[in-house]
């Protein structure tokens, strides 16, 4: 077996370095080489010169799935991404990056659903930095696509299995798929409002770019495991994921997973309010997240804000749950009432006449 592979790695050398007589002679010699060949694209020159030539043929797609060349090529650059440079250099337009295909995917989509090279990411979003920002037509982000691919593959499924039983990951194979991850994700959220102008390290901000690329909730449950340290970054307005996960509330079939999962990583994120004076308890109740969900989590975490006022009516979290109305809202405003019945009897007639005024707002 091994000479037979040795055998078709020389014919495919041969034919590689376009040593065409050499190759003639071979399989005359050797015709059976012809059938375990794995040469699957043309000689780099010639696909280069033909670029040069013809510029416009990088963005002509095909009639079968309205593929690109320029797809095509990030399907085949596992080991190299001579191939994507070659055509991102001849490129008229950078915006030729940004062509979907029938699926709705670009380019980046290819490369990440192919196990792509790190540098053929990074040339496809050097040429147009967009092109992160580009979902198909059923709303998936190319960082979604990567983690798809990666627990597709055997290697890729057992590590991340392991790894959410607890299980150190310490593989190469993983390794690469974080570090693809970390720049899909970071070059996302850099592109949004809600980064902050300066950065200083922007894979900080991986947690808040996964989050908002809605990825699965097993990667945001492994990236908090990687790299706990991603869930104590804010982003502009000074929200720490946990805020994010509370007011957005990407995972609502899982989103207790979620919030624990954040929790376990920065137990101090649920005492912390963002610039506009909002702590995760609070955001919680004004998005109506019900008490089993996680809020309960939430609170827990941080008994002293039970007590902390809404910053826009001043109304304690259990008057704020009480408004919200519906069956939700009972079951909130009783809990929060059971840990802190005192907060019914005000301290001074001033302090009586504001619950009046407060909850008056509200009906």
């Not at 071979?26 to 060949?37: C, F, I, Q, V």
């Amino acid at each position: 077996m091994a000479e037979e592979q040795g055998t078709s790695d020389e014919l495919d050398a041969l034919i590689e370095e376009q040593r065409w007589d050499s190759a003639f002679v071979r399989l005359l010699a050797n015709p059976d080489e012809a059938k375990k060949s794995r040469i699957r694209a043309t000689p780099f020159e010639l696909l280069d010169l033909v670029a040069s030539l013809y510029p416009d043929a990088i963005t002509m797609p095909d009639r079968r799935c309205n593929d690109t060349p320029l797809h095509l090529v990030c399907r085949q650059s596992q080991t190299s991404s001579k191939r994507v440079k070659a055509l991102l250099a001849h490129l008229k337009d950078p915006d030729g990056v940004l062509i979907r295909n029938r699926f709705g995917g670009t380019s980046l989509h290819s490369a990440a659903n192919h196990n792509a090279t790190i540098e053929t990411f990074r040339e496809l979003v050097r040429t147009n930095s967009r092109i992160v920002r580009v979902a198909t037509r059923e709303g998936v982000y190319a960082v979604a696509t990567l983690w798809h691919a990666y627990v597709q593959t055997i290697q890729g499924h057992m590590c991340i299995a392991h790894a959410l039983k607890g299980d150190n990951i310490s593989s190469e194979h993983f390794a690469r798929f974080w570090e693809k991850a970390k720049f899909l994700a970071s070059e996302y959220f850099r592109r949004t409002t809600a980064c902050p102008e300066e950065i200083d390290n922007r894979t900080r901000f991986v947690l808040h770019g996964l989050i908002q690329c809605n990825v699965d909730i097993s990667f945001f449950k492994i990236a908090l495991k990687i790299e706990p340290g991603l869930a104590i970054t804010p982003n502009a307005q000074g929200s720490l994921p946990l805020h994010i996960l509370v007011k957005d509330r990407p995972y609502r079939l899982k989103e207790r997973q979620a919030i624990v999962a954040a929790l376990q990583a920065y137990p101090r994120a649920a005492l912390i309010a963002n610039k506009a004076g909002y702590t995760p308890l609070l955001i919680a109740i004004g998005s109506k997240l019900p008490w089993e969900n996680g809020l309960d989590c939430i609170a827990n975490a941080a008994l002293s804000m039970i007590q902390r006022r809404d910053p826009l009516t001043g109304l304690f979290p259990f008057l704020l749950a009480a408004s919200n109305g519906g069956p939700m809202s009972v079951s909130t405003t009783y809990h929060l009432l059971s840990a802190r019945p005192d907060l019914l009897r005000p301290r001074d007639t001033a302090e009586t006449n504001f619950h009046v005024q407060s909850s008056s707002l509200y009906g």
